[in-house]
């Protein structure tokens, strides 16, 4: 058996009770056998509440605690169907399309769940991407007045970097930054991409650092103007991204809540080329289970 649904009948099949969304919650958590996070004993009780209570240090577990799932009031049958809808809509889903398709009384819950599985979907201790890189920013947030160029006001600065596979675009990585500094984009740069890499850039003063670094930068253009000539791979990936943010959420994307949108968006482009829906869902709910959990409450207040 494989580890994931491949069609939507199987996936209602494998999670039609609770039961069975907890036991597949807790192979995918524990792939090689349950380990207490106490004491790293293997063997553990069954209770009758559902939980895991490790025989050596009497630490008892729920599937859920220090996931994405912890505290949920909801059934977790629903949580897999909102995992599910998620990964099928090649485009992305807004909140209200998620209430919607569940039958969510709650705008504010399905705009919540649509932001944990968001910071779901940023695997901790993600590798960086490693070969020949073009970074580049971009402006996002729509028009304003402000001046041209790196010193335009008013709009958020999203650092790109795309990979070069062949003159194709590669895996990506996306950051908010709060400039285009040489602090800022070194900071970047270091985050993402592997060091020894090619990485492609405009003539800007801020990508100065890089070979000082661990990186070889090659300048393709003397512009350093965003928006302007910008690189064919980010400039790719910056248009996209926008007509995304246009047309899936309308533009209604705060600043404070747009890191959980490039998240997402490079979730998406990562894994554009999968067949197979059922392993985007197995991924999402084995990051789900791996990151930290996080409060409604938190998300409203970044």
């Known amino acids: 058996m494989s580890d994931y649904p491949n069609t939507t009948l199987e996936f209602e099949q494998w999670f039609a009770t609770e039961q069975a969304c907890r036991d597949y919650l807790w192979k995918v958590r524990f792939p090689d056998g349950f380990r207490c996070p106490r004491c790293g004993a293997d063997e553990a009780w ?158 800007w003063s801020g990508y100065n650092d890089l070979n000082k670094l661990g990186y070889e930068r090659r300048i393709v253009r003397h512009s350093a103007d965003v928006g302007d000539n910008l690189l064919p791979l980010t400039n790719r990936v910056a248009a996209l991204l926008k007509r995304w943010l246009l047309g899936t959420h309308q533009g209604a994307v705060r600043p404070t809540h747009l890191d959980y949108y490039l998240d997402e968006y490079t979730f998406r482009f990562n894994r554009r080329t999968s067949k197979s829906r059922g392993k985007l869902f197995f991924r999402l709910v084995q990051q789900a289970v791996a990151v930290e959990p996080r409060t409604g409450d938190s998300f409203i207040a970044s």
């Not at 490693?130 to 920013?137: H, K, L, M, S």
């Open 46 to 203: 069954h209770t009758a509440r559902g939980l895991r209570r490790c025989q050596k240090c009497d630490n008892q577990l729920s599937v859920t605690a220090g996931t994405v799932f912890e505290g949920t009031r909801k059934p977790l049958t629903l949580w897999f169907r909102a995992i599910w809808h998620v990964v099928n809509q090649k485009h992305g889903v807004s909140a209200l399309g998620l209430q919607r398709a569940l039958g969510l009384g709650s705008y504010r819950t399905a705009w919540t769940w649509l932001h944990k599985l968001r910071v779901a979907m940023v695997r901790p201790g993600r590798d960086r991407l490693p070969g020949t890189v073009e970074v580049d920013e971009t402006y996002v947030g729509g028009e304003k007045h402000g001046k041209r160029g790196r010193g335009a006001e008013g709009k958020a600065l999203v650092y790109i970097a795309a990979q070069d596979d062949g003159g194709h675009i590669g895996r990506i990585r996306l950051l908010r930054i709060p400039d285009a500094s040489a602090d800022s984009l070194s900071d970047a740069v270091q985050e993402t991409i592997r060091p020894g890499s090619i990485v492609r850039t405009d003539g």
